[in-house]
């Protein structure tokens, strides 16, 4: 769910079916997709851009559009499991995940500020926090930072294998966070996508610092990167159909060019590969057909 400081919906060009939403209808959304049988929502701000700094403060703001739409989701659907992405990127100038600097992300720097963002997240509500900005040795912080404030039963979704995809086009339009990177690309910290070894890993360092569930992401082309995972660690592991995938398959579907059910086929072959839960904007239309 993207959610907007506007009233009502704006559609999202690059993704069919699927619009940026003002807190005052967000309610209504929810409660359509809990009475589907939905039982958890990812959750993305688009930023205003007067909002945007170097250092992406107004990630950690108690007040700021997330935190105030997660208080609001939770008074009135308490079991509605809401995931929250830890990264800057919604709130930096410059769109990058993390403090930027020289060509390069500036790790440490950068996770001083995921773990303010991780604790108004937890605090505001959220039942799972999703680090998807792939800082070295973020997961073992934000543990210990929850730990130590008594947060003790948020759960990390630790976007363990993050590959430095072309997939994501669409939700960077969709977050107004491409005309702000440009022509940067995210290789410095996201994974390439030439090797799968470093997938497993990264997964081993985040189990290891405390991560309760993985995530490989895009998903259909890397289905042997799930497999292989779960194989090997036997851990919740999640897959995220990404922007560009949903964007794909629904624009072919909507051109006429495929039919409807390739939807459901390409989720189950997430499924086939090993995945526990997929995250996925058709989740809607899906949970409907199901
Ligand atoms: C930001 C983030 C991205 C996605 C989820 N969290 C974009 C990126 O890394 O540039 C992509 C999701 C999608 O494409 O659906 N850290």
Partial sequence: ????????????????????????????????????????????????????????????????????????IKKNFPDMVIIADVALDPYTSHGHDG???????LNDETIEILIKQSLSLAKAGADILAPSDMMDGRVGLIRNALENNNYKNTIILSYAAKFSSGFYGPFRNAV???????????????MDYANSDEALHEVALDIKEGADIVMVKPGMPYLD???RIKEVFKIPTFAYQVSGEYAMISQAISNGLLDKKVMLESLLSLKRAGADAILTYAAKEISKEL
């Avoid at 107004?176 to 996201?190: E, H, R, V």
């Fill in 1 to 72: 769910i993207f959610i907007k400081d506007i009233s009502g919906f704006e559609k999202i060009e690059s993704m069919p079916g699927i619009s940026r939403i003002g807190l005052d209808v967000l309610m209504d959304e929810i409660k359509e997709i809990y009475d589907l049988g939905i039982k958890s929502i990812a959750i993305f701000p688009v930023v205003d851009g007067s909002k945007k700094d170097e250092k992406g403060n107004e990630s950690y703001n108690e007040s700021n559009l997330v935190c105030t739409a997660i208080r609001d």
């Fill in 99 to 105: 403090i930027y600097h020289d060509n390069y992300v």
């Fill in 225 to 227: 990167i799930i497999f």
């Fill in 176 to 190: 107004n966070s491409a005309s702000n990177l440009g022509d940067n690309s995210k290789s410095t910290y996201q």
